[in-house]
């Protein structure tokens, strides 16, 4: 039994959901660190986004049975400091797993990074890599909202399938059944690319260059191909960016945490009305969860992959 | 001796300069377009922007005597459409190849692209490549006006010594002797870059982009370096892109010419009371046109180049 000090500001979590994110590749020796939650140590539990239950709290805001979303670690129980703490979930009528996912860290940089970044205007014709994925198929989502022209690249036919039939793609192709990523672009997009929304990096982005419309717009939300290559793969065709005018922008969705309020009034009321839809790739069992994380390097997911440790 | 109808909207030039600019190479064959002039054609005078004497006029606004700044071709007398004038120089205390340089495109291209797309603020860091060219000379000095550090780079000594004595560079370094220009670049910006203006594209990108700062900015105005390769150079450092939230930006100073006369508001004052200098590489003679445009793509030029066939 923990005697928790009040005021000590610790709170002890029961884990329910542990979420498999790209970034936490950054938190892995041996590469640069964004700014924020310090690198991994070996032979500890790593730290990730979850959802968990409070079992005991050294904080007002925060009391026993309360379901919060934050940073904890891959552990059964935590003890974590207040300040990793996101968000109490008021809102329990949607999967708690949500809160990882569309709700969650995915959701809003989706939001930010298409809304904020890509500048979308109606009828744009909008490009999505890694579109099944947890940030992809939101974005995808959000420009037919806008009405633009969204096309998705995926890696699998099941995914292409899911792109085209539950979220709604106008097309979506299988980059790895393409000779030509260049003749593919041209083929869907025979009038350029508007906005391309980056998850993947590499030779994708060489090909898209080429393919931008004049003054169009390439949010880069994350590089995931890129992340365990000993070497990158290398961009051609950067001098498109000063013939077309194209605006590159990195993106860090921490920095956009400020939006949050105005996101979730956006997103709930879409995803009861059905109009948004979400598919999570759920393991159970903490032991499951490094092949889960370490699938997600190798697109082995199908849709936003969550770990569930426990129910409350 | 022409006779021009009035209305006819076509002017008689003689033309007194002519201007050498990157972007004239990418009016040659083999080459992606931007929008607007029509690529050369074989056995034609190419165009350019020039400075020319209104010799006889079939559009009410320009009369003979007037000098005008406009594209007009290579050759001593030019039949051009009255939409090929930019302007009617009122201001003749400051010579008139400024009109081809400073207070012509290059300078607009400084101005817009460093205020606009660079968003500077007093105390950043900024670093600018082929700096003692037609724009790079002028993107430092507006980056002291703001109290920015500037850092330029450039091939010779001979130009190293012109940003540091004449400009006033807060330091400038000969690109070519430096074996590493990732440590170069450590060395002059040991807290990162804030803003890097690019005029040469490739491998200075490249080791650019590890060293800048979280959020920098990158307007690219030209890729000079690249425009006579078969194959660009490559860029292996996209990644810092997502990992320091980097913006990229083409530049093309054709779509920015509504702030010409903010533009002209803000510069003649300048030049007038000496605060912002600017150099020029003159050469006499059209016959010697043709050597001094080849040279602006090897670095020869030292400042701005410029082709004099003629005085008033």
């Known amino acids: 039994m923990w005697l928790m000090a009040e005021g000590s500001n610790e709170i002890l979590l029961k884990n329910l959901i542990l979420s498999c994110d790209p970034f936490m590749r950054f938190l892995m020796p041996k590469e640069e660190n964004p700014e924020g939650f310090p690198p991994y140590a070996p032979g500890s539990p790593i730290t990730g986004c979850g959802v968990a239950e409070v079992l005991e709290s050294g904080h007002p805001e925060y009391k026993k049975g309360d379901i919060v979303c934050g940073m904890t670690r891959w552990e059964e129980y935590s003890l974590v400091h207040s300040a990793q703490i996101f968000c109490k979930i008021q809102n329990t009528d949607v999967p708690l797993s949500y809160y990882t ?16 970044l890509g500048s979308p205007k109606k ?11 947890a940030v992809g198929q939101l974005v995808g989502q959000f420009a037919k909202l806008m009405g633009c022209y969204v096309v998705g690249s995926a890696e699998s036919k099941e995914k292409v399938k899911l792109l085209k039939n539950k979220f ?10 393409e000779q030509d990523l260049d003749a593919a672009l041209k083929r869907y997009f025979p009038e350029g690319i508007g906005i391309y929304f980056d998850n993947v990096g590499g030779k994708t982005v060489d090909a898209v260059l080429v393919n931008m419309r004049p003054h169009g717009r390439i949010p880069i939300c994350g590089m995931i191909s890129q992340y365990n290559l000993d070497q990158p793969e290398s961009i051609k065709n950067m001098i498109a960016v000063v013939l077309k005018r194209i605006q590159i922008q990195g993106f860090y969705v921490f920095e956009h945490y400020h939006l949050y309020p105005k996101f979730v009034e956006f997103i709930l009321p879409n995803i009861k009305e ?20 370490i699938g997600l390097f190798k697109g082995k997911n199908v849709g936003k992959q969550v770990v569930v440790l426990a129910h409350e």
Chains 1, 2 share one sequence.
């Open 274 to 293: 059905g109009k948004i839809v979400y598919v999570e790739d759920i393991v159970q069992g903490l032991e499951n969860g490094p092949a889960a994380l």
């Open 101 to 116: 996912g569309i709700l969650g860290m995915p959701g809003l940089s989706a939001y930010a990074s298409f809304y904020e």
């Open 168 to 177: 709604k793609f106008y097309e979506a192709f299988n980059y790895k059944e």
């Open 123 to 133: 009828g744009e014709r909008v490009f999505v890599s890694a579109a099944s994925g």
